[in-house]
Nanobody, 115 residues
């Protein structure tokens, strides 16, 4: 059974930091590209960061850093200098690098940035 379980969300003050984690199981983690997406109320889901199966990361927000540990089947998102506009549900995504490029989603974790 495929599972992506996010954790680490919560309430943080502006300027603070959070580290999100995503625990993967039920598939060959090291073959998958991993990404973090977020969706704020009333807005479309947007891509935050992506990391290749070999660990090459691409961060679409300068304050966020994605990383992975293939030995532990984990992917992380370090978020620094958080702003109220970062408030959203953050979800983990896994996409196979081999055909048929199956994609899996976690249930998401809420991040709220507020004073």
């Amino acid at each position: 059974q495929v599972q992506l379980v996010e954790s680490g969300g919560g309430l943080v003050q502006p300027g603070g930091s959070l580290r999100l984690s995503c625990a993967a199981s039920g598939f060959t983690f090291s073959r998958y590209t991993m990404s973090w997406y977020r969706q704020a109320p009333g807005k479309e889901r947007e891509l935050v960061a992506t990391i290749s199966n070999t660990g090459r990361g691409t961060n679409y927000a300068n304050r966020f850093t994605i990383s992975r540990d293939n030995a532990k089947n984990m992917v992380y998102l370090q978020m620094d200098s958080l702003k109220p506009e970062d408030t959203a549900v953050y979800s983990c995504n896994a996409k196979d690098t081999a055909w048929p490029y199956i994609s899996y989603w976690g249930q998401g974790t809420q991040v709220t940035v507020s004073s």
